[in-house]
């Protein structure tokens, strides 16, 4: 099946810092990605889609400034975490859709997440 | 909650038991999606059912759909300690796939 790279695995850094996660199609491409956070033990919340060459559209309640979301290629969407702090820290998850697999391309593959951790 | 309920929130049960896991939403749904997540990892897609069907079965798993009731049930056949893992349902809304809160399901050897 398709693969989607996430890195790095984990990430600490210092409160104020910005910390770029990178999410790539490997052998697909992928016109639109999805950001997801998940806190220990909880569900994953979706922050928002990645278009190819456009504006990504944020969820309700999730800062457009704070997590800046760029989709230069077809296989990379990258997701900056700017000036992050403690309350930052959680489970940061990619994903996309093989859009050319034809009658099911509706599920998704995930990257392995990136553990974000800020001190 | 995004999406809605599922319950049990936990289960623990023997090898070779049978788990059962239940899942309520709110919208209309195209199609409701199980994934499952290992500690620590990424989702990986397990089985997909559309809203004109009401069970579908992959290997070990059974998924039926009820859509008047709003809800989905994943069943594991026989599980194996391998199994233990978390599993979100998940449906898709405006191409946005949105996830309920998942059973952290614990396979005892």
């Known amino acids: 099946g398709a693969v989607v790279s996430q890195h790095p695995s984990w990430v600490i850094c210092k409160s104020g810092t910005s910390v770029k996660i990178e999410c790539r199609s490997l052998?697909?491409?992928?016109?639109?990605m999805f950001w997801y956070r998940q806190f220990p033990k909880q569900s994953l919340m979706l922050m928002a889609t990645?278009?190819?060459?456009?504006?990504?559209?944020?969820e309700q309640g999730v800062e457009k400034d704070k997590f800046l979301i760029n989709h230069a290629s077809l296989t990379l969407s990258t997701l900056t975490v700017t000036s992050a702090h403690p309350e930052d820290s959680s489970f940061y998850i990619c994903s996309a859709r093989d859009q050319d697999s034809g009658y099911n391309n509706e599920k998704l593959f995930f990257g392995s997440g990136t553990q974000l951790s800020v001190l | 909650s995004q999406q809605g309920e599922e319950d049990p929130q936990a289960l623990s049960i023997q090898e070779g038991e049978n788990a059962t896991m239940n899942c309520s939403y709110k919208?209309?749904?195209?199609?409701l999606q199980w994934y499952r997540q290992n500690s620590g990892r990424g989702l990986v897609h397990l089985i997909l059912?559309?809203?004109?069907?009401r069970e579908k079965h992959s290997g070990r798993l059974r998924v039926t759909l009820d859509t008047s009731k709003k809800s989905s049930s994943l069943l594991i056949t026989a599980s194996r300690a391998a199994d233990t893992a978390s599993y979100f349902c998940a449906t898709d809304q405006g191409g946005k796939l949105i996830f309920g809160q998942g059973t952290e399901l614990s396979v005892k050897p």
């Open positions: 059912i559309r809203s004109n069907e």
């Open positions: 919208t209309s749904i195209n199609n």
């Open positions: 052998d697909f491409q992928a016109t639109t």
């Open positions: 990645s278009n190819e060459g456009s504006k990504a559209t944020y």
